[in-house]
């Protein structure tokens, strides 16, 4: 038996690499969003967002971690 597992696909916001205490540079965001419908009917709906961790056959299923951004000198809204 060969252990293998699916390809992962990672989503991360582009680093602020420029450290001026000044003004540095932000780091980028990432905006994960459902499609908007232009239909006029009462059921042309907007795209939906999921988001699912993935089954198991007989180990753990995979969990949803979602946490917000740290800083030094502020607290994350």
Known sequence: MIA????????QGGEGRHTSIHDGTDG???????G???????HD???SVN????AALRGDGGGVNI???SSL???SE
């Open 4 to 11: 293998a597992s699916g390809g992962s696909v990672i989503l």
């Open 36 to 42: 908007k419908s232009y239909g006029h009917g009462y």
């Open 45 to 47: 709906d907007g795209g």
């Open 28 to 34: 980028g965001s990432v905006a994960l969003t459902g």
């Open 51 to 54: 988001i699912a961790a993935g």
């Open 67 to 69: 946490t917000s951004g």
């Open 73 to 75: 000198d502020k607290s």
